[in-house]
C-alpha cells in the first residue's frame, strides 16, 4: 500500500483563516498600530525640543514596536492580496523577512543611542523637565489605551498576543521616562536622563536580538518552538493501527502557520479505512500540535525492506 494523501493541502488562492485574526482583532490592531505610530512621533519631537535623551530613546523603543504592529498588518495584506501560481505557500514568508530587517536595523540605533548616553554622561545638559513629563505621562496614557484594546481579543493570534506583549514594553519604558522627569525636577540629577536612555536601550537591544533569532529560526526552517518531533511521533504512534511514522519534517512558515511532512506505516486495510486514520492523525496534529497542513505518505510494512537496496 504506497500512496500520498493530502486532505489538507494549502491552496495558494485562498488565505488560511486561522492565520488572520478576526475582525475585531484586525479592526483593534489597526488602531493600536496608529495610536502607536502616532505617539512615537510625538515622543520623537518631544525628545528633541526639551533636549530629553531619555525620551527620544522611548521613541525608538516605540518605533520597534510600531515596526511589529505594522509588520503584522502588512503580512495581512500582503498574503491575503497578493498571489502567484509559483509560489504555494503565498507571501506569507513577508511578515518574517520584514522581522529580521526590523530587528538588523535596530541594532545601529541602539548603538547611537548608547553613544549619545555616554556623551551625556560626560556633559550633561539641561532638560525641559515639565514638557517631558507631560510628553512622557501621554505616551504611558496612550500605552495603557492600546493594551487594553489587545486585551482579551488575541487568545488564538500569536501576531495579537505579541502586539500586546509589546505594549506592555511600551508602559515599562514610559514609567522609567516619567520617573526620570520626575527625579529631574525635584533633585536637578541630570545624569538620570542618560541612565534612563541606556535602560530603554537595552530593552530595545534584547527584544531586537530576540526577533533576529526567531526570524532566522524560522527562515532555517527549524522545528517551531514548543514543537518535540519525539513527542509527535510517539503521539501518532498511539493511534492504532499505526505500526511506525519515520522522516518527519516539521517547519514554520510564518507565525501559527506549521507544515508537516512524514511516511506513516500502517497495517494491511482497505483503503478507506486508511482514509480514516489519516483524518484522525490529521485532527490530532491539529489539536494537539496546531499543525494545520500536513502532508502523509502512506506506506505498507514491507515497503521500507523493499527499498532497502
Not at 485574526?21 to 518631544?46: C, F, H, N, Q, W
Not at 527620544?56 to 492580496?81: P, Y
Not at 536637578?188 to 526577533?211: K, T
Not at 497542513?293 to 505498507?300: C, D, F, K, P, W
Request: aromatic residues 8%.
Amino acid at each position: 500500500m504506497e500512496h500520498s494523501h493530502h486532505p489538507k493541502t494549502i491552496d495558494h488562492h485562498d488565505t488560511p483563516h486561522e492565520l488572520g485574526p478576526r475582525l475585531l482583532e484586525r479592526r483593534r490592531l489597526k488602531v493600536v498600530t496608529i495610536l502607536t505610530g502616532s505617539m512615537m512621533v510625538v515622543e520623537a519631537v518631544g525628545g528633541i525640543i526639551t533636549n530629553s535623551l531619555a525620551l527620544l530613546s522611548d521613541a525608538f523603543h516605540m518605533l520597534t514596536h510600531f515596526g511589529a504592529l505594522l509588520m503584522s498588518l502588512v503580512a495581512i495584506i500582503i498574503a491575503s492580496r497578493f498571489r502567484s501560481e509559483e509560489k504555494t505557500f503565498g507571501y506569507w514568508r513577508a511578515e518574517i523577512l520584514t522581522a529580521l530587517f526590523n530587528g538588523i536595523t535596530l541594532i545601529p540605533i541602539v548603538g547611537f543611542i548608547l553613544y549619545a548616553s555616554y556623551q551625556r554622561f560626560l556633559h550633561p545638559e539641561g532638560i525641559e523637565d515639565i514638557p517631558m513629563l507631560i510628553v512622557a505621562f501621554t505616551g504611558l496614557l496612550v500605552n495603557l489605551i492600546s493594551a487594553a484594546a489587545l486585551w482579551g481579543v488575541g487568545k488564538k493570534d500569536i501576531n495579537i498576543r505579541g502586539a500586546f506583549i509589546h505594549m506592555i514594553g511600551d508602559t515599562l519604558s514610559s514609567v522609567a521616562v516619567i520617573i526620570a522627569g520626575i527625579l529631574i525636577y525635584f533633585t536637578g540629577w541630570l545624569i538620570v536622563d542618560p541612565i534612563a536612555s541606556v535602560i530603554i536601550s537595552v530593552m530595545i537591544l534584547l527584544w531586537s536580538v530576540g526577533l533576529i533569532n526567531e526570524s532566522v529560526h524560522i527562515l532555517l526552517e527549524s522545528v517551531p518552538k514548543g514543537i518535540n518531533i519525539e513527542e509527535v511521533a510517539s503521539a501518532i504512534k498511539g493511534i492504532t493501527p499505526v505500526e511506525n511514522v519515520h522522516d518527519i519534517h516539521i517547519w514554520q512558515i510564518t507565525s501559527g502557520m506549521y507544515s508537516m511532512t512524514c511516511h506513516l506505516v500502517l497495517e494491511e486495510m482497505p483503503l478507506s479505512e486508511s482514509g480514516k486514520i489519516l483524518h484522525q492523525i490529521h485532527h490530532l496534529l491539529d489539536e494537539k500540535f496546531h499543525i494545520t497542513h500536513a502532508n502523509i505518505q502512506l506506506e505498507g510494512k514491507d515497503y521500507k525492506e523493499e527499498h532497502k537496496h
